[in-house]
């Protein structure tokens, strides 16, 4: 169990925005870093670092997208707040 968590008012479909911002905003510190920075070897890890970061965050809201229907919900380990719709189903699959 980790020690943080996320607050409750962000739910799935708030976090898939987030994660696409963050997401866009990597791939233009990307594209900064590629075009700013000079020494070829710092270029290509940081490079390296911000594409994993993208990849890894992709890859999370992508399970968001489908967690709902499994009534199970994480974002890099955290338990994720369903929207109400979404929670009263699970409610409702699990008392049956």
């Not at 911000?50 to 199970?72: H, M, P, S, W």
């Amino acid at each position: 169990m980790l020690a943080i968590s996320l607050p409750e008012w962000l739910d799935q479909h708030t976090l898939r925005n987030v994660a696409l911002g963050t997401m866009a905003g990597l791939a233009i510190l990307a594209f900064l870093v590629a075009w700013l920075v000079r020494k070829l070897v710092v270029k290509l890890i940081l490079v390296v670092l911000l594409v994993g970061a993208g990849f890894a965050i992709y890859n999370q809201r992508e399970e968001l997208a489908t967690c709902a229907k499994d009534c199970d919900c994480k974002f890099f380990g955290m338990d994720v707040t369903l929207p109400e719709a979404a929670a009263d189903a699970c409610a409702i699959v699990n008392h049956q």
